[in-house]
């Protein structure tokens, strides 16, 4: 089975600075992953996605994702954090094969930027 | 831009009660999913429906639940006889058959008393 480990919690971060969001996944076989964000009271919105190719991926707001494959990881980054940036962040996984393409979640990172 | 809803925003029924959550998918759409979010946990499967049938389900669909799409753009959840641990946020998704990133709707708050 698969599954995605967002080790952490809470992550803060001072506006203007460098901002890591931490993923790494289970699964046997290959991932497509993806990053999608949750502001209060909202549904979650799709950032980026790797699916194949460029290891380094981009997607919207200026956000970014990097998958390693030998670190089974896919850390989403920022080079200059905005304190609209402050969500929630959820990495999950879709296995292939799998005919009914849901994804699995990680648990949720909350970042907070600080002004 | 299209955009996956839902309705009612929020819910509150007592235990025992049935509800239906309702949404209406992405037109062009092929796949159809209903997760749910128990508050401060993660975004859970539920179950996932294509070619107007369950393609797979989660341990969590269990027999209280059930998924229909009565028509060509509605696609709702069931749930028979709430009871307090269904209490979640439900969320909706479509993706389209050339695609991979599914798009969520804002989600139902579902609270049983």
Known sequence: ?115 | EPEVTQTPSHQVTQMGQEVILRCVPISNHLYFYWYRQILGQKVEFLVSFYNNEISEKSEIFDDQFSVERPDGSNFTLKIRSTKLEDSAMYFCASLAGSSYEQYFGPGTRLTVT
Not at chain 1, 20 to 36: D, E, H, I, M, R
Not at chain 1, 46 to 61: E, M
Not at chain 1, 91 to 114: D, E, K, M, N, Y
């Open chain 1, 1 to 115: 089975a698969q599954s995605v480990a967002q080790p952490e919690d809470q992550v803060n971060v001072a506006e203007g600075n460098p901002l890591t969001v931490k993923c790494t996944y289970s699964v046997s076989g290959n991932p497509y992953l993806f990053w999608y964000v949750q502001y209060p009271n909202r549904g979650l919105q799709f950032l980026l996605k790797y699916i194949t190719g460029d290891n380094l991926v981009k997607g919207s707001y200026g956000f970014e994702a990097e998958f390693n494959k030998s670190q089974t990881s896919f850390h989403l980054k920022k080079p200059s954090a905005l304190v609209s940036d402050s969500a929630l962040y959820f990495c999950a996984v879709r296995v292939i094969p799998g005919s009914a393409r849901q994804l699995t979640f990680g648990s949720g990172t909350q970042l907070t930027v600080l002004p």
